[in-house]
């Protein structure tokens, strides 16, 4: 069975830096691109990152180009999102998913509370 | 970016309604499209994919058509457990985006 479990959120203050994780299980890891999705609360899903199954290739929303960065490890069958320099409108729910296309499976996301 | 418009942003519907859910695109994007659906305090399911392909465990009552720039999402009889907010998605060009979902509530 695929399971994503995402980790790292929390209160932090504006300008501040996180990083969240997530741990995969149930599949082969390094066949897939793997990407980051948020949701702020009560709201839509805004797509927010992706890594290639070998990080070569990475892309990032405009909303947090320069100030967020995807990686993975995949010895540990983890991806990454560091977040640095955050703001009150990133404050959301984060979820990775995994998939090349479509996103077949999702984690139970990992709040982010940007706030003074 | 692509926008997705989709529509209604909500409905309700009873038990055994056909119902039916639309998705534009702001440029063609052939058949790189998705349906997904979000319970309240869960993430988002995978229902359709490559805008017609019925994800598998999805139960057959939920089905995807289109091409190009207009899609439709129908459940063909809607069950309690349909209560949810549903969202459509474009992968053909990145960034990949999201429609601004539709809440479908069970009268």
């Known amino acids: 069975e695929v399971q994503l479990v995402e980790s790292g959120g929390g209160l932090v203050q504006p300008g501040r830096s996180l990083r969240l994780s997530c741990a995969a299980s149930?599949?082969?890891?390094?066949?897939?691109?793997m990407h980051w999705v948020r949701q702020a609360p009560g709201k839509g899903l805004e797509w927010v990152s992706f890594?290639?199954?070998?990080?070569?290739?990475?892309g990032y929303a405009d909303s947090v180009k320069g100030r967020f960065t995807i990686s993975r490890d995949n010895a540990k069958n983890s991806l990454y999102l560091q977040m640095n320099s955050l703001r009150a409108e990133d404050t959301a729910f984060y979820y990775c998913?995994?998939?090349?296309?479509?996103?077949?499976?999702w984690g139970q996301g990992t709040l982010v509370t940007v706030s003074s | 970016a692509i926008q997705l418009t989709q529509s209604p942003s909500s409905l309700s519907a009873s038990v055994g309604d056909r119902v039916t859910i639309t998705c534009r695109a702001s440029?063609?994007?052939?058949?790189?499209f998705a349906w997904y659906q979000q319970k309240p305090g869960k993430a988002p399911k995978l229902l359709i994919y490559?805008?017609?392909s019925l994800q598998s465990g999805v139960p057959s009552r939920f089905s995807g058509s289109g091409s190009g720039t207009d899609f439709t999402l129908t459940i063909s009889s809607l069950q309690p457990e349909d209560s949810a907010s549903y969202y459509c998605?474009?992968?053909?060009?990145?960034?990949?985006?999201f429609g601004g979902g539709t809440k479908v509530e069970i009268k």
């Open positions: 998913a995994k998939g090349s296309d479509s996103l077949t499976n």
């Open positions: 490559d805008a017609s």
């Open positions: 998605q474009q992968f053909n060009n990145y960034p990949l985006t």
């Open positions: 440029q063609g994007i052939s058949s790189a």
């Open positions: 890594i290639t199954w070998n990080g070569n290739i990475r």
């Open positions: 149930g599949f082969i890891f390094d066949d897939y691109a």
